[in-house]
């Protein structure tokens, strides 16, 4: 008997000592870290592919996939390769968006969750409770304020006091000869991520020396209005009964600013139109579009395309690697970006990979510069904007860099 009972001890012992070597190495397969093998870091991302205003984020998929392309050709990080599970489609929708982050954590297990390029995110609040990285372009108030949301432009949606970002209004102002005595009136939906933008934008403008004549977010966000006529004549006489020098979209959406643009170039505006989301190619392939965006002012947060930046040519090389002949887009850099930096903090974090080993990381005086997108200095971007930006200007039916990529410092947000 005392036999058997050793016999059933030490089988214990032995069972026993496999657990604790599977939570000592987290790396193993099995291992205590979700999305982790000694071979393998595992990330899914959340997009907005499809929505009824036709928006749509799902070129960030391919940017990410061709920056994690060149990683595992070079032998991956401390040894692992990135396995890209894709990205899940919010359809512009919270509730979906919580869903899918919820899904990749718990059923899929991801260690990190990028993309997250969803204008109405709503996974947010389960990532932080769950300790999980992201990363994406942050444009939403959801991410500001967060310990594991890693925007690659910081935080546009910063509280009042906090850095609030400049570069827009001060390429502006270089671009046009000067701030002083030029106006500047704009226009937002009744989006909240577009009103805050139209809030931390128009204080741009204004820091760089322009006078604001009009802050405007009555535009419904769910589509175009059948009428621009209203929203027209405001901006048409918003500089005491004159249009102003520049007018400045924060829409997300093709649709809203070839309406916006067409109507204004129909009722005499000869000013500047500039907004954050025309830098797109699709813009080209509709003479219709093309005509009606034609000299719009775009603001990318990263470099420009068209650049001659090794950065952007490698970009450039990724993709074409992957994804031959894939135009480039705005949301497709967002994507490549992202996971540039996610590449980065890993890398930083160590062979012994964990979650919190990242947030330590990017939560501790954690800085990064790269000439493609500029720089992230975390954890104050958590609460306010990288501070950097380019200009690209649509001429003759095809896009032109207005003014490279530059950063400036932010002021505090009133």
Same mark, same amino acid.
């Given at each position: 008997?005392?036999?058997?009972?050793?016999?059933?001890?030490?089988?214990?012992?032995?069972?026993?000592?496999?657990?604790?070597?599977?939570?000592?190495?987290?790396?193993?397969?099995?291992?205590?870290?979700?999305?982790?093998?000694?071979?393998?870091?595992?990330?899914?991302?959340?997009?907005?592919?499809?929505?009824?205003?036709?928006?749509?984020?799902?070129?960030?998929?391919?940017?990410?996939?061709?920056?994690?392309?060149?990683?595992?050709?070079?032998?991956?990080?401390?040894?692992?390769?990135?396995?890209?599970?894709?990205?899940?489609?919010?359809?512009?929708?919270?509730?979906?968006?919580?869903?899918?982050?919820?899904?990749?954590?718990?059923?899929?297990?991801?260690?990190?969750?990028?993309?997250?390029?969803?204008?109405?995110?709503?996974?947010?609040?389960?990532?932080?409770?769950?300790?999980?990285?992201?990363?994406?372009?942050?444009?939403?108030?959801?991410?500001?304020?967060?310990?594991?949301?890693?925007?690659?432009?910081?935080?546009?949606?910063?509280? !009042?006091?906090?850095? *609030?970002?400049?570069?827009?209004?001060?390429?502006? /102002? @270089?671009?046009?000869?000067? &701030?002083? =005595?030029?106006?500047?009136?704009?226009?937002?939906?009744?989006?909240?991520?577009?009103?805050?933008?139209?809030?931390?934008?128009?204080?741009?403008?204004?820091?760089?020396?322009?006078?604001?004549?009009?802050?405007?977010?009555?535009?419904?966000?769910?589509?175009?209005?059948?009428?621009?006529?209203?929203?027209?004549?405001?901006?048409?006489?918003?500089?005491?009964?004159?249009?102003?020098?520049?007018?400045?979209?924060?829409?997300?959406?093709?649709?809203?600013?070839?309406?916006?643009?067409?109507?204004?170039?129909?009722?005499?505006?000869?000013?500047?139109?500039?907004?954050?989301?025309?830098?797109?190619?699709?813009?080209?392939?509709?003479?219709?579009?093309?005509?009606?965006?034609?000299?719009?002012?775009?603001?990318?947060?990263?470099? !420009?395309?068209?650049? *001659?930046?090794?950065?952007?040519?490698?970009?450039? /090389? @990724?993709?074409?690697?992957? &994804?031959? =002949?894939?135009?480039?887009?705005?949301?497709?850099?967002?994507?490549?970006?992202?996971?540039?930096?996610?590449?980065?903090?890993?890398?930083?974090?160590?062979?012994?990979?964990?979650?919190?080993?990242?947030?330590?990381?990017?939560?501790?005086?954690?800085?990064?510069?790269?000439?493609?997108?500029?720089?992230?200095?975390?954890?104050?971007?958590?609460?306010?904007?990288?501070?950097?930006?380019?200009?690209?200007?649509?001429?003759?039916?095809?896009?032109?860099?207005?003014?490279?990529?530059?950063?400036?410092?932010?002021?505090?947000?009133?």
């Amino acid at each position: 008997m005392l036999r058997r009972e050793l016999g059933i001890m030490a089988a214990v012992l032995v069972a026993l000592a496999g657990c604790a070597a599977q939570q000592k190495a987290p790396g193993t397969a099995g291992g205590a870290v979700p999305g982790v093998t000694e071979t393998a870091i595992k990330v899914g991302g959340v997009l907005t592919k499809t929505s009824a205003s036709g928006y749509s984020t799902k070129d960030a998929e391919i940017g990410a996939r061709a920056r994690f392309e060149r990683a595992n050709a070079a032998g991956g990080v401390h040894g692992r390769k990135i396995e890209f599970t894709g990205a899940e489609d919010d359809g512009q929708d919270a509730a979906k968006g919580d869903a899918a982050a919820k899904k990749l954590v718990q059923k899929d297990r991801v260690f990190a969750v990028l993309p997250v390029h969803a204008p109405n995110f709503g996974g947010a609040a389960f990532l932080e409770q769950q300790g999980v990285p992201w990363y994406g372009w942050a444009t939403g108030p959801q991410w500001c304020g967060t310990r594991t949301g890693f925007g690659y432009n910081g935080c546009l949606a910063p509280k !009042p006091g906090s850095g *609030s970002q400049t570069w827009w209004g001060r390429q502006m /102002a @270089d671009l046009v000869g000067g &701030a002083q =005595g030029k106006t500047v009136y704009v226009q937002t939906s009744d989006s909240s991520g577009s009103k805050y933008g139209g809030t931390t934008i128009s204080q741009s403008f204004a820091a760089a020396g322009f006078t604001l004549v009009g802050l405007n977010s009555a535009l419904p966000a769910a589509a175009p209005p059948p009428d621009w006529l209203p929203y027209v004549n405001k901006i048409m006489t918003s500089d005491g009964g004159r249009a102003p020098d520049i007018v400045v979209s924060i829409i997300a959406g093709t649709k809203f600013n070839v309406g916006l643009y067409t109507a204004l170039k129909k009722a005499g505006y000869k000013g500047v139109l500039s907004d954050a989301t025309s830098y797109d190619v699709a813009i080209l392939k509709d003479p219709a579009t093309a005509a009606a965006m034609e000299g719009v002012v775009a603001a990318p947060m990263f470099e !420009p395309f068209e650049s *001659s930046a090794p950065e952007i040519s490698q970009l450039r /090389a @990724d993709v074409e690697r992957v &994804a031959p =002949g894939t135009p480039l887009t705005q949301h497709l850099a967002i994507g490549y970006w992202s996971a540039d930096i996610f590449l980065d903090m890993i890398t930083k974090a160590g062979k012994d990979l964990t979650r919190q080993k990242v947030l330590d990381v990017g939560n501790g005086s954690y800085t990064y510069e790269n000439a493609g997108f500029g720089r992230v200095r975390y954890p104050g971007d958590h609460n306010e904007p990288n501070g950097c930006g380019a200009l690209v200007k649509l001429e003759g039916g095809a896009f032109q860099v207005a003014r490279n990529l530059k950063c400036f410092d932010n002021v505090p947000l009133k």
